[in-house]
């Protein structure tokens, strides 16, 4: 009797992973069933798909999913999968991995489900199963339970995405925000509202919180990160307004809300912050404070008398100029009605004004006459909630100025010149015009109503003659008169020119009453010295700034980056090859070209940058105000250069022709703390020829060690013209010897005894006196002084057969004169050609070979040695050294150092040695320190050896001790 099968336990899918519990379910078939592979499977789409199996492999079980394709929607008994036609295509295996028999049951309360038993062998008895009736209703509550847990995961997201979109939607509308840091691992998430608050495109969100706190103002951050590390630590809440950083707009007000996120144990995993934009509720409060202070000030700069009405036009408060006015006190008048101790007719005037401002809750000004007071009184009052605010002004001496100025008016209407009066009384906010004659009409189109009593600033355009104005006003509190020019605003809005004179005019000591204003049109001279400035101040081909003009805005430039602290930049600009443009094509096209540059680089910078030219091909781009950084000012520079560039680049048409042109450019940044405009201009133009020598069309910045290396190139150019002058320079000599230590010669080496410096390796001033040309006296020098040496030695038997190596330099070798120079110095020193070697150095084969090798020929023919020296490093090849008429090669000391350690160099030096007697020349090893670097150079062929093995170089003294008593090892023949 079979025993009760033992069915798997229904376990949510959600809990476990629904693949591990259909793989059990088929377990179980293959047990009850007596099968050798069970699976169960679920139509997804066009195909079937395994959602749990057991008995096949990754094999079978695609061939099974490719059976199922072919088996109907009802339960099939199939004996012998082999003999179905409908599978014959399918690799159905053999043995014991055969797919044989067949029994299909779909699931009837999971459509489109099924189970597939399958056994190796074929079956045509067919079995009842009471357990697998069993397993397939667990089976199928499996996948009810998966399919609702998919169509719950689903609605889930859709959800998640709802709810997100609805998050997204809320952070935009109300300019919010949201980022989360985890506690463990520093993990940072951003919402796509924070995103948009700090002005940052999805790619470039924070990854960590230093990078969060790198957004914020740097004296925010430090308190920022201490709550957020208290949440993260003990869960305490926080609420901070701060202010965080915007590229290119700044700091902006945002209140920062954040709280910690527990797990079901209370650990703190996550800390969650909330971040508003209240930039316009912080912009809204200062506006209200600046309203409030604004307020206060003019409160508290209120001169003239000032009282309070209520709506019955009484007294509710006078301040001590009002008491002083009206000549009562403020115990006296409080509760009375304003007008209550005036004449009949005034109080009536008054109550009548007063009245109607009360009512149609406007303004009103009354001037009159108090005879109580004895005085001429402007009367304003302004209507407010609780009634009347009043303001006195006594006007009684501007009556009288006004009658004088009637007095005055008749006298100078009629005068070619422009006049104009303005009285200036004790309290008045402006002076105000009261007068001006027919020649301001004239000239302004003005008709005298429009501007009595107005301020004179109507003529004006304050911003553009504010500073003369300041200047005036001080002219006329220093001296009492003032003259100066300004431009004179007409009715119709055009503008000319006024040489004006003003003169105050005092009522009393110290009190300015009027200013006379007599002007004169000289709008004709101003622009004639208008059109001379600008030829003055303006390139004429290009109409850019000249160098005039560039120091005077450079001068101006560095003293408000002094002032503000901002950096700014100067570009030095120099076409490539530009000479060539002119000798081909003719100046008139190279002007073509400078005009066009002219205009691209204006087009390139922004309007605050200054483009001038300097003359020829040179042009200079000033841009200030770059950063209070100076790496961001570097940066800023760069690419306003690299605009610059490529826009230079772009291809010019000159009358039908394309032509090419490339700038090389020098930067240099500036600040006001260590500004100067000439050193400016020195540091950028060694930055552009910087720019040249590295192969031009590029940009460089200018580097102090740059104008340092050049501050001592130069200063060790002019020593080394003194020290030829003054013959400060020697020749030492280290010797070579050959294989058996003979002496066979020297080389000549060059040395400076400076008379401050000491004495000088050849490595610090070879190259200045290359750069200077001064190599060539320098090299003619060493070439007699070796000569002499050499026929000094020929006097005397022991050093007759010494030879003496003397380096010639690539400028000196390819003076039109070199052979002839040598030559001379031979005939005059009388020695035997074959004594004097020259190296020569690899260079000098980069180019021009045919001159190269003639030049060798002729020295080969007096009878001179030649060798190449520092073979190996530089330009040679074989079909050129073929060519060459060389006695010898010498290895550079690179290869000699490391032959014994590293075999790279050890091969190299065998081959050169191998080369050399290929072509049946001697090698000389330079650098040779060690006996076992000699012995291996020995055994590889090496002729002649020379370094402190043998010797250091040394003046001829002390050679000639060594020669005359050399050390062991040694020989001199």
Known sequence: MRRSPT?????PPHNVDAREAFDRVSHHLVREA???AAACLERQGAQWALLGSAGLDEGQAEVVVQLCADLGAGEEWIGDAGREARWSALDLGRGRRGLRHLHWLPMSRAPGAAILLIDAQPR???RELPALALIAEQACDLLLALREARALRAQQQV???NHQSQIALIERTASLGSWSIETEGQHLECSPGLLALFDLPPDAHPRTLEEMLERHAPEWRNGLKQRIERCALRGEPFDEEVQILLEGVGPKWVRTVGDAVEDLHGNVVRVQIAVHDISATKQAQQETLRLAMRLTTTLASITEAFVTLDRQCCFTYLNQESERLLQKTTADLLGLELWHDFAPAVAQRLKEQLYRSLQTNRRVEIEDWFPSLGKWLEVRAYPFAEGLAVYFRDVTERRRSQEQLMLLETS????????????????????????????????????????LEQSPRMLFDLEAVGARLHELARGLRDTRKARTELLVRRKSGTQFWVELEVVSVQAAADEVSHWVAVGRDITQRKTAEDMIRHLAFYDPLTDLPNRQLLLDRLQKATASSARSGQHGALLFIDLDNFKILNDTLGHHMGDQLLKKVAQRLSASVRKTDLVARLGGDEFVVMADDLSNDPAAAAHKARVLGEKVLNTLREPFGLNGHQHFATPSIGVAIFSG????????????DLAMYQAKSMGRNTLCFFDPAMQSAMTANARTGSDLRSGLRRGEFLLYYQPQVDRAGVITGVEALLRWNHPERGLIP?????????????????????????????????RRPETANLSIAVNVSVRQFRHPDFVDLVMACIRNSGIRPQR?????????????????????????????????????????????????????????????????????????????????QSLSLQVVAEGVETVEQRDFLTYQGCDQFQGYLFSKPLPIEQLDALLANPMAGMVVM
């Not at 069915?7 to 376990?11: D, E, F, G, M, S």
């Not at 703390?673 to 950028?684: F, I, N, S, T």
């Open 673 to 684: 703390a260590q500004a100067d405009v000439g050193e400016l201009l020195k540091q950028a």
């Open 762 to 794: 050849p490595s610090e001033f070879i190259p200045v006196a290359e750069d200077t040309g001064l190599i060539l006296p320098l090299g003619q020098w060493a070439l007699e002084t070796a000569c002499a040496q050499l026929a000094a030695w020929a």
């Open 412 to 451: 100078v209407a009629r005068l070619n010149d422009i006049v104009l009066i303005a009285e200036t009384a004790s309290g008045s906010d402006e002076p105000r015009i009261v007068f001006v004659n027919d020649a301001f009409e004239l000239h302004t189109g003005y008709a005298r109503a429009d501007v």
């Open 836 to 916: 004097l070697k020259l190296e020569l150095t690899e260079s000098l084969l980069a180019d021009r070979m045919e001159i190269t090798i003639q030049k060798m020929g002729m020295l080969k023919a007096l009878g001179v040695t030649l060798s190449l020296d520092d073979f190996g490093v530089g330009y040679s090849s074989l079909s050129v050294l073929k060519r060459l008429p060389l006695d010898q090669l010498k290895i550079d000391k690179a290869f000699v150092a490391d032959v014994l350690t590293d075999p790279n160099d050890a091969a190299i030096s065998r081959a050169i040695i191998a080369l050399a």
């Open 124 to 126: 045509e008895e067919r």
């Open 159 to 161: 959800q998640q995405r």
């Open 7 to 11: 069915l798997p336990t229904p376990i």
């Open 34 to 36: 007596d099968v050798s």
